[in-house]
């Protein structure tokens, strides 16, 4: 089959095609997976931490990708979930230990055995790929193939920042970097919390004119000051910098949820700007969030549902997944760009 791998650690500012196309054999499903015909596969930013080494590969090559969507063709022989034909999704979580108290209590995130899709195991920059049947999920039928891939990681792990910044009715959202996953918490905590108003901060005019169209109640450059001070803000960026300046605008007891599996170390001296009365004093909570859970990507399927949300996505074709990459990189960003595979 044909698929796109890392093989190696790139300075992505230096390399622009940082993977490579290269055939492999098609996956054969062990008793308690399901093999499957990828058609869409989401491209991530967390792909380019991988990339670039900050959350690097166990081993090489490996194929990215962890917003994947497409048919099972083969079944192991203990499957039950799904047949032939079925339409599936698979996220990050790709497998956990199942037993332990993380797991147990419905985190499987947090699992010491987690193995994320696409770093550990290979992905969906391919025409094939396996997974257990436990770890993929059944696709609501009003939504395409490109258009379910960036809800199971952008969507799910927006999803679940949103449960953990303990947000209620009538309070201030603020998030800080827009793109794939904020715009589709915008979406749907606009849904889910009656009178919530959303102020997005935003380096690019584009981005926060996007945020404007999507409802955004108040945009602004990220260290301009909004008109209230947030109860809560979830941190999309790659960055620093946005961290403290969020911490500067929450209210006293206020949480900065960081949704980032890694940050990036050029400004990283920001954080010496950290003044205890003005930045964490009141209270103020930091968390950040990790991976994300099986029932977050079930939840968040319903919730999708029910809504019907769709995704904003920019669709590239498998060939040109070094461009979209690069793409990401240099923040050319409207909505959730996604591989289509032919
Ligand atoms: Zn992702
Ligand atoms: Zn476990």
Excluded at 8 to 18: A, G, Q, T, W, Y
Excluded at 266 to 272: C, N, V
Aim: proline letters at 5%.
């Amino acid at each position: 089959m044909k698929a796109f791998v890392i093989n190696e650690i790139k300075n992505l500012s230096v390399d622009m095609r940082p993977l490579e196309s290269i055939e492999l054999p098609e996956p054969k499903p062990e008793q308690d997976e399901i093999v499957i015909k990828v058609s869409a596969c989401g491209v991530c930013h967390t792909e380019l931490d991988e990339i670039e080494g900050r959350t690097p590969p166990p081993k090489f090559p490996v194929v990215p990708g962890h917003q994947i969507v497409g048919k099972v063709i083969h079944t192991g022989k203990y499957v039950k979930k799904f047949k032939v034909g079925s339409r599936v999704g698979i996220g990050w979580i790709n497998s956990s230990c199942g037993n332990c108290e993380h797991c147990l209590q419905g985190n499987d995130n947090l699992c010491n055995e987690f193995k994320a899709t696409g770093r550990d195991v290979n992905g969906g920059y391919a025409e094939f790929t396996k997974v257990k049947e436990n770890y993929a999920f059944d696709i609501p039928g009003f939504l395409s193939d490109a258009e379910a891939a960036p809800l199971l990681c952008a969507g799910a792990i927006g999803y679940r920042s949103l449960r953990l910044t303990n947000l209620n009715n009538n309070q201030i959202l603020g998030l800080t970097g827009f793109g794939a996953s904020a715009h589709l918490v915008l979406k749907v905590a606009k849904y889910l919390y009656k009178d919530l108003k959303v102020f997005v901060f935003a380096r690019s005019e584009k981005e926060r004119e996007f945020a404007k169209e999507l409802g955004a109640d108040w945009t602004g450059d990220t260290d301009e000051t909004p008109p209230e001070m947030i109860n809560s803000i979830i941190d999309t960026t790659p960055v620093w910098k946005p961290i403290v300046k969020a911490l500067e605008f929450l209210q006293p007891g206020g949480r900065l949820v960081i949704n980032a599996i890694r940050k990036e170390s050029i400004d990283k001296s920001e954080l010496l700007n950290i003044n205890y009365e003005k930045h964490l004093w009141m209270e103020k909570e930091i968390k950040s969030v990790a991976n994300v859970a099986s029932k977050d990507i079930s939840e968040f399927l319903e919730v999708v549902s029910r809504l019907k949300i769709k995704p904003e996505v920019e669709l590239y074709n498998l060939e040109d997944a070094n461009i979209a990459l690069v793409d990401l990189k240099e923040r050319r960003i409207r909505g959730a760009k996604v591989l289509v595979i032919k």
